[in-house]
């Protein structure tokens, strides 16, 4: 194994105000460990507490977006790393006291451009049209192949009250990484 620059990477952390990153299979078992652990981390501080309850929110959202949409690797994709089923977030501060949550993972190549469209159209929506949009989409009975109604990126705007800020990298044919960025302020 290579040399692990594990003080640069503590660097860039610290840098950035990381408060919690994690990599590795996203479960259900995962994902209420780490609201716990944030939650606790967040109660320690004198947050407003109504920044608190956005954060949570939107924290929420974020990582049962990841969870939910995460594609599972099917077969070997000679273009990715071993254990490319996983997924990536970070929570840290963000500039004036907010905070950054960012998550990252594999979705199928296919999905990539109407994701994009998706965000971009919300992006383009100010809060009345986003809070209209959403209870269309509440009232709606259409629902995606994994199940959901389309709901947590329009409601990851409409509480983070900033435009999400997203990447796509295409590693392989059938892949794409797919990063997202939240910022409550």
């Known amino acids: 194994m290579a040399q692990l620059d594990l003080y640069n990477i503590y660097l860039n952390m610290e840098k950035e105000d990381i408060i919690l990153s994690f990599k590795g299979d996203i ?4 994902l209420s460990s780490v609201y716990q652990i944030v939650e606790a981390r967040i109660e320690s501080g004198n947050e407003d507490p109504k920044k608190k309850k956005k954060f949570f929110h939107v924290l929420v959202e974020c990582l049962q977006n990841m969870y939910n949409h995460m594609e599972t690797m099917q077969g070997m994709d000679n273009d990715l790393p071993e254990n490319s089923g996983s997924g990536i977030f970070m929570i840290g501060k963000g500039e004036e006291g907010g905070y950054r949550i960012i ?9 990539a451009g109407i994701l994009k469209e ?3 159209q919300i992006n383009a929506m100010n809060p009345q049209e986003l809070k209209a949009y959403y209870l269309e989409k509440l009232g709606s009975t259409e629902l995606s192949d994994k199940g959901g109604a389309g709901l947590g990126i329009i409601d990851i705007a409409r509480k983070s009250g900033n435009k999400i800020e997203y990447d796509f990298q295409y590693p392989s044919s059938k892949y794409s990484f797919f990063t997202l960025s939240a910022t409550i302020n």
């Open 103 to 111: 998550t990252g993972n594999f979705i199928l190549t296919e999905n």
């Open 27 to 30: 479960t259900k078992e995962l």
């Open 118 to 120: 998706r965000i971009d």
